[in-house]
């Protein structure tokens, strides 16, 4: 059984900085493209960013571009990512996800193993 455990988020003020992990059990990580993806309220959930298997490549939306990171630990089966200048718009719930690394873009459709999320909240 797959399982994907997302921790880290929370409330932080605009400028501020924050990291969140996920853990994967129960397929080979290293054989998975991973991603972060995020929800606001009223919204559809986007892709903020993605990574390739061995972690090589990497995909970043726009949006998030210069302040975001994202890496993987494949001997922990971890995925992080590094948020860093938050902005009241980044606040969402973020989710992990286990699928495909796909070249320039980050399709929600291409991951199959999801977490349950976990809040960030950005004050102004």
């Known amino acids: 059984q797959v399982q994907v455990v997302e921790s880290g988020g929370g409330l932080v003020q605009a400028g501020g900085s924050l990291r969140l992990s996920c853990i994967v059990s129960?397929?080979?990580?290293?054989?998975?493209?991973m991603g972060w993806f995020r929800q606001a309220p009223g919204k559809e959930r986007e892709g903020v960013s993605c990574?390739?298997?061995?972690?090589?490549?990497?995909y970043y939306a726009d949006s998030v571009k210069g302040r975001f990171t994202i890496s993987r630990d494949n001997a922990k089966n971890t995925l992080l990512l590094q948020m860093n200048d938050l902005k009241p718009e980044d606040t969402a719930i973020y989710y992990c996800?286990?699928?495909?690394?796909?070249?320039?873009?980050?399709?929600?459709?291409?991951?199959?193993?999801w977490g349950q999320g976990t809040q960030v909240t950005v004050s102004s």
């Open positions: 129960g397929l080979t990580f290293d054989s998975y493209g």
């Open positions: 996800a286990a699928g495909y690394y796909r070249e320039y873009s980050c399709p929600r459709t291409d991951f199959i193993y």
């Open positions: 990574i390739y298997s061995n972690g090589a490549r990497t």
